[in-house]
Every structure is written in structure tokens, then in C-alpha cells.
């Protein structure tokens, strides 16, 4: 199935990932509708950088993912939907874990009903590594058993497998779509490597961190998108769940010092207290297997860790937005 002329909807839209697929799937030839988070400041979120005469072409549904009438009206009249909506902060899932079970699990339920209804061409559904766990065995593949250990990963294994039950239930045309972990321009600073660069730019010579050992797969921004385009063309990907995974990881460590060398090499790590995760939350090793994804469709990454931080730090330079990271806090 080629996407161009489709009519596609794109839920949490206004987010890090989402915003970029927007234009992705725009650049194809797709007809875009963009789900956002309804607010009384109108914002809608990083979709308000795009070029304007871009963004008058796209059709922007504020909503709530929590509310089925609200998914259900937002899915009438699509052929596809990319279901990306979400709370992903691990720290916050601590905090709020009634609001992640609402958000991710229902929400998520909320797209697939409405979807069924709709009579939906392809449901691609958003997972995590996170829902791994620490790895028992890697490169982890699609078969590597499921661990919950935050509330959030919880959320998400539950989501997924709501997502599955609907395949096997009910014919669903449903892929559910496991990114490992995603960094680039307008990610927030609830993430890793904003945390570094920011601290970085705004003249920081201590950057607070928390644990260094932890390990991650790391994907460019651009090569995801480039992976769910692919994914939703591939007919051999319907009831499937697939990683995106480049097949290589790096340690938080690793990510400080190249980030640290490229910006200012005076800078040093320092560890925050408040930041290291509870001893049997953290996830310490993520790597993921990309087999499954370049046997079932044409995806490759293009973008090795080196090439897309320096895209990274790029935007973080230039782009006027930077003001709203708060550097002298922990973002949870």
C-alpha cells in the first residue's frame, strides 16, 4: 500500500516524535489530520514551529485521547491512523500512575474501538523498549519477555497487548510499532540528551545527571519516521509488533562526553541524587534487534549516533523555541 493521497490521522501530534511525522507523512503526498491535546492557551505544541503555509495544510483536531467520542470523531473518514498519544515520562509514571493507565492503556483502547468502527485500513499503535526491561538476552528481540518496571512500561505492555487482543479478537488491522529509545529536535528535556545539551548551551560547566552505566539504542528522529512509513506500506507487517532499533547502544556516559566534546570540553558530569532511578526501575541495558523490520519492509537507519547528536545540538543552537527548556530544574 503506498501512502500517498491517503487520508491518515496522527495522535499526539503536537509531541516530539509526532510533530516530525506530521511533516514526514505531509512530505509523502498524505492527507494529514493532527491530534492534539485540547488546552485553553490553544497551543499545539511543536506543531506551531512548522512553516505556516505547511501547517495551513494540515488539519488540526484538538482533543482529548481519553475521551471516545473525541478519538471516534478524529478517526471518521481516515484510512490509517498512527496512534502515538501518550505520557512516556518514566519519573512522572512514579507520580501519576492513575493518569498513565488512563492515557496509554484507555487511550489506546479509545483508537482501537473507534478504529474497528471506523473501519480502519491499518492502526499502526505506539509501544516502547521500555517494555522490555532490562535485557535478559540482547540484541532484544520481538520475543524477549515483557518487564514492568515503572508504571509507565506497565502502561504501555498493557496497551500493546489490548492492541494485540484486537487482531486476534476481532481482525483488527493492527502493527504495533516499538521505537528504542528516540532523540533529536523538539525532544523535551524529560530526556536524556536535551538534558546534557541544554545544560551545555546555557553555559553549565557541572551537568547534573543520574546514572552513567545505563545503556540505550539510540534513534535518530528521522530514521522513526522513515520507519513507521515503511512499516504501514509493508501489507507483511499487519498483526505484527516490530522494533525500531539501529542494532547498537551507548552508555549515558558515552552520550555526556560527546556532547561535552562537541560543545564545551571544560564541562564535567556531576552526579543529581534526585535523578537516579530506584534500584529495580532502572532499566539498564537496552539494545535492540532491527532484523525483524528489514525483513519485513525496505527500512534502514541512515543516521549513526555521531551524525544525528550533531544534527541535534544544530537545532538546539539555532531554534528560538530553546528559551522554554527549564535548565535550572529536573524535568520529570
Excluded at 222 to 236: G, M, P, V
Excluded at 298 to 309: F, K, S
Aim: charged content about 25%; some cysteine; glycine content about 6%.
Amino acid at each position: 500500500m503506498r501512502l500517498k493521497s491517503k487520508k491518515v490521522l496522527v495522535t499526539g501530534a503536537d509531541g516530539f516524535i509526532g510533530s516530525h511525522l506530521v511533516e514526514h507523512l505531509f512530505e509523502a503526498g498524505c492527507d494529514v489530520r493532527a491530534f492534539v491535546y485540547y488546552n485553553s492557551f490553544n497551543s499545539w505544541g511543536w506543531l506551531d514551529s512548522l512553516d505556516k503555509k505547511t501547517l495551513s495544510k494540515i488539519d488540526v483536531f484538538p482533543g482529548d485521547i481519553r475521551d471516545p467520542n473525541n478519538v471516534r470523531k478524529a478517526i471518521r473518514d481516515r484510512d490509517i491512523v498512527f496512534h502515538l498519544a501518550a505520557l512516556i515520562g518514566v519519573p512522572f509514571s512514579y507520580h501519576a500512575p492513575d493518569s498513565y493507565i488512563d492515557t496509554n492503556v484507555k487511550g489506546t483502547l479509545n483508537v482501537l474501538q473507534a478504529g474497528m468502527e471506523c473501519k480502519l485500513d491499518r492502526i499502526l499503535v505506539t509501544s516502547t523498549s521500555e517494555v522490555y526491561g532490562t535485557a535478559k538476552k540482547a540484541p532484544i528481540t520481538e520475543r524477549h519477555p515483557f518487564q514492568g518496571q515503572s508504571p509507565y512500561s506497565a502502561s504501555k505492555i498493557g496497551a500493546d497487548r489490548i492492541a494485540e487482543s484486537f487482531f486476534r479478537s476481532f481482525g483488527a488491522p493492527v502493527t504495533i510499532v516499538r521505537p528504542f529509545n528516540t532523540y533529536g529536535p523538539r525532544q523535551s528535556a524529560r530526556a536524556v540528551i536535551p538534558t546534557i545539551i541544554t545544560q551545555l548551551l546555557n553555559g553549565n560547566t557541572e551537568i547534573k545527571l543520574g546514572s552513567l552505566r545505563p545503556t540505550r539504542d539510540f534513534n535518530y528522529v528521522w530514521d522513526i519516521c522513515r520507519a513507521y512509513i515503511s512499516i504501514s506500506e509493508s501489507d507483511k507487517t499487519v498483526g505484527e509488533e516490530i522494533n525500531i532499533a539501529t542494532g547498537a547502544e551507548a552508555s549515558i556516559k558515552e552520550i555526556a562526553e560527546i556532547l561535552i566534546e562537541e560543545i564545551n570540553p571544560d564541562a564535567k558530569v556531576i552526579r543529581d541524587e534526585q535523578r537516579v532511578r530506584p534500584e529495580k526501575s532502572e532499566v539498564m541495558r537496552l539494545l535492540g534487534s532491527n532484523q525483524k523490520i528489514r525483513r519485513l519492509t525496505n527500512w534502514r537507519p541512515q543516521y549513526d549516533i555521531r551524525a544525528g547528536l550533531k544534527k541535534t545540538v544544530e537545532w538546539f543552537k539555532r531554534s528560538k523555541e530553546t528559551n522554554q527548556y527549564k535548565t535550572e530544574i529536573y524535568n520529570i
